[in-house]
């Protein structure tokens, strides 16, 4: 077998070591770069509208100028509360081309987390989404003393709007911005210029599961290097396309951004969530990234329309994912693939594998995953249909992309995060943690010297909190969370992560599946059932009309959960089969605190929450 090494990686060394000193820089060098080609999509209703460089950069300029007419100096921090959008992405521009660092903030947070990130970052001014946003502000208003002004994108239902100096319109400041640059053409330009690689960029707080969250603070050059490194890796080019709808608040949402100027490729915004399915066939990007929870989702929908062929059609279907399985596993070992078996994946690609591309729009050449481990036979199946997912890893103290699979043969390890950008070096410790250390990781924690310093080792590298395994080749591979592995009564040790995400594979129907047993004699789970997806088998399965609470706790439902455990623990160690399991009457969401944004399992809040379901399975 022949394998392609990390250090044998075709890398522009050049591109990586004379990178711009900031972001603003990055963003004028496009401009300059590539003024007409397109920069940006947005829907405005169902209109998607389009922005070149050149427009981009006019647009953010005034948004920047707006906020030094503001009083926003150099260092100063700004907060965006809101969903993803096109005007995140404008703002986060305006704050930068400004010199300022931005603050991000997940639309769903409540008032008191809101005005705990605004307030201890020493945020001045706070972009706002909508009313609702504006109403979470102003409640904590005492809280906030920095902030000395809000700007809201959609001022509809907003009160006092005239009378509250505090609160503006996102119209009055472009105005004032404008009128600032007739007066001085050279502001933006000179802010720009005043910017090093290690100026502050921006500050991203943790979505911790307990306690306040810790801000990491950003360099310019770290999110620059991002960008650049995936320039330098050359998987990217001006001809591609990316739909991004990840929260911005969230640090990889933040860095695909980057990647996309710094490779020149346009970017779709949009956020809504239950808009991405039909927006793929509308935009037809060639990559996206996205949560493995999103490809689960997929994958599921797709088997349940497979599921539905009888006959010489089943038959086809089968045949088909067979032969698309043996070209995945020869591009993996990089081998050739025969002219029979070519000719097979010709035939296959055609009636099948096609059909299934167009409901992603027809040209996704990959997708990138992460902010959570992707199960391996997800990825395996997204393989043998042409559409690759290339895993990647990395946390908000490394600036996302640490390591990603890449999209050429023998580059690409099903089950791994593939290997380090180029310029970051990985390695275990004795206890098997990762540590990583390259110009991504943080600076230091906001106002955090003492977490800070337990963060990095002697000899400067960032311990992750994560248990690997790195092999000859260079791919890393996570086992799990080092705080998540747990001991059992009978000193066993079990990684809840592989179980869990292993079981996502196989069961369509499946919402989460934790699994618990920290102390206990055995390990058991706690399952939650995706409702489109378990109402779609009720409805197949002459068990519709059912309401979701009672139709998950049924017999034929529970029945049919046991038999996916049962095909789980055929392929367990004895010590880690699941011995018993719950199904919840709801699914876990982000708004029940269940979830983080990025849909990341809060696990010891979810567990603290169904301490009594939990106990019960230990019981009798």
Known sequence: MTV??????????????????????????????????????????EELERRTWRQTWDEVSAWAAGLVDFGIEVGDRVAILSSTRIEWVWANWGIMLAGAATTTVYATSNAEAVSYIVGHSGSRIVFAEDASQVEKLRVRRHEMPDVIAVVVFDPAEVTDLDSDDWV????SLVERGRARLDAEPGLVDARVDSLTPQSLSTIIYTSGTTGNPKGAELTHDAL??????????????????????????????????????????????????????????????TWMGAAPRIFEKAYAAVNATLGEATGAKAKLVSWA????????????KDVP????????HAIADKLVFAK?????????????????????????WFAGVGMQILEGYGLTETSAATCVNRPWRGAHQHGSIGWPLPGTETKLASDGELLVKGPGVMSRYHQAPEATAEAFT?????????????????????????????????????APATIESRFKGLCPYVGQFIVVGNQRNYAAALVTLDPEAIHAWAAENGHAGQEYPELVRSEPVRALVQRYVDELNEGLNRWETIKRFTILDHDLTVDSGDLTPSLKLRRRAVVDKFSDEIDGLYQG
């Not at 299934?356 to 395996?380: M, Y």
């Not at 590298?461 to 260079?474: L, Q, S």
């Open 4 to 45: 392609k090494n990390v250090k044998d990686e075709p890398v522009e060394r050049s591109v990586i070591d004379d990178r711009p000193p900031s972001c603003g820089h990055l963003l004028r060098n496009r401009v300059q770069k590539s003024a007409d080609s397109e920069a940006y999509q947005y829907f405005r209703g």
């Open 168 to 171: 503006h319109t996102l119209d």
């Open 224 to 285: 620059v290097y991002e960008g650049v490194a995936v320039t330098g890796i050359d998987i990217l080019s001006e001809d591609d396309l990316q739909y991004l709808w990840l929260p911005l608040a969230h640090v990889f949402g933040n860095v695909l951004i980057m990647i996309a100027v710094a490779t020149g490729s346009p970017t779709c915004v949009d956020g809504r969530i239950d808009r991405i399915v039909p927006n793929l066939a509308v935009v037809r990007p």
């Open 321 to 332: 994912f067979g032969v698309g399985q043996k070209v995945a596993e020869a591009a993996e």
């Open 337 to 344: 693939v025969g002219p029979a078996l070519s000719a097979q």
């Open 356 to 380: 299934i591309r167009e409901r992603f729009g027809g040209r996704v050449r990959f997708f990138i995953s992460g902010s959570a481990r992707l199960d391996p036979e997800l990825s395996w």
């Open 458 to 494: 002697e000899d400067g590298f960032f311990r992750t909190g994560d248990v690997a395994e790195i092999d000859d080749n260079g791919f890393v591979r996570i086992t799990d969370r080092k705080k998540d592995v747990f001991k059992t009564s009978g000193g066993k040790y079990i």
